[in-house]
């Protein structure tokens, strides 16, 4: 066995829950009766749009963050991130006192960039995708001595996530099955690691964007494998999951049911939906799981169902145009 493989506990996540609990909002899982009326099942949707930064991200970073010694958040943090990580890092570290560096690349939208310049994150614009930033960073990490604390393959940043698993499975007792965002993969172990604990029958799904789905393209190779980055709806669930991957592979590869990818024009037709009816502002990310449901991608679908809305930091001209009906804004349907 790989010694650097590393997997989370039900444990670990009951702590990171003790830990982050007055630094987090513990998000409420709401009824919706159209999609509930739609896929015929009760669906219920786990607001984690609604944290401090507009993105789950809030926990893992936290979770991270408050096990740091006085010296590591004296010298600070580093991370790339394609936005939400970093926002949620920047907002976590300067809460404890810490200072952070964030390294994206120009795919990153500038709305995301302004907002984390704004809570007072050093910035660093490296490359043309995710994995330029994270050679950027572990460059600089290695050469300020700052702590490394990346958006997904760490176990306190997926213990962090895992807590959303713990509220769901309070919220709804009776889930079957929950859908959730992927992408580098610690929002899906955390929750899957953690509903699976208390509820081992319920049915975990990803889902992720049609070009560019690392996890996918991973699980199917049985191995951490580089994919092409694209620009998409869903913004912040692009770039690769690591070569040298430790946590969250393992984990999805053990613990996932399923994986559906979705088009550019079923990501716009889940905001869309979000917002005529749920009235809820999400970005595309944020969307996929209602979008995964509307495109009725997930096979045997089994009630109740709840989905994780993950993220709602979308430009808000993009929106309006996608609102508006602008299907494929990038093009990427093909
Ligand atoms: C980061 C992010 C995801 C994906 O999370 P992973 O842990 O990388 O799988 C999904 N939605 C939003 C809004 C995000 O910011």
């Known amino acids: ?41 009760a669906v219920g949707l786990k607001l984690e749009h609604y944290q401090a930064t507009g993105s789950f991200k809030l926990r893992g970073a936290t979770n991270a963050i408050l096990q740091l010694s006085a010296a590591g958040l004296k010298k600070g943090v580093i991370a790339a991130s394609t936005g939400n990580h970093g926002r949620a890092l920047a907002y976590a570290a300067r809460a404890a006192g810490s200072r952070a560096t964030i390294c994206m690349s120009r795919l990153v939208p500038e709305n995301k960039v302004a ?15 995710h994995d330029d930033a994270q050679a950027e960073a572990d460059r600089l990490s290695e ?19 895992g807590t959303i698993g713990v509220e769901i499975v309070e919220a709804m007792p009776s889930v079957a099955t929950i859908v959730v965002p992927l992408s580098g993969g610690g929002l899906i ?51 690769g999951i690591g070569l040298d991957n430790g946590v969250t592979f393992f984990m999805c590869r053990d613990l996932l049911d399923g994986v559906v990818l979705l088009t ?14 749920e009235r809820e502002i999400l970005e595309g990310s944020g969307a996929v799981g209602i979008a995964a449901l509307l495109a009725r991608k997930i096979p045997n679908l089994v009630g109740p169902v709840a989905v994780v809305l993950s993220g709602r930091n979308i430009d808000m001209d993009l929106h309006r145009r996608v609102i508006n009906g602008e299907r494929d804004p990038f093009g990427g349907d093909v």
């Open 143 to 161: 050469q300020q001595g700052l702590t490394a604390l990346p958006p997904f393959d760490h176990p306190h940043v997926v213990a962090g996530q």
């Open 1 to 41: 066995m790989d010694t650097r493989v590393h997997k989370v506990a039900f444990e670990d996540i009951v702590e990171a829950q003790a830990r982050i609990r007055s630094h987090v909002f513990a998000t409420p899982l709401v009824t919706s009766p159209t999609l509930s009326n739609i896929c015929g099942v």
């Open 264 to 277: 550019e024009s079923e990501i716009a037709d889940g905001m869309r939906h979000a917002y005529a009816h």
């Open 115 to 129: 907002e984390i310049r704004r809570i007072g994150a050093d910035v660093r614009i490296i490359g043309n995708s």
């Open 189 to 239: 172990a955390g929750v899957a690691a953690a509903a699976k604990a208390l509820r081992p029958r319920v049915k975990v799904i990803g889902v992720s964007m049609h070009r560019g789905a690392a996890m996918k393209a991973s699980l199917d190779a049985g191995r951490p494998v580089l994919v092409e980055e694209f620009v998409s709806l869903a913004d912040s669930l692009g770039g």
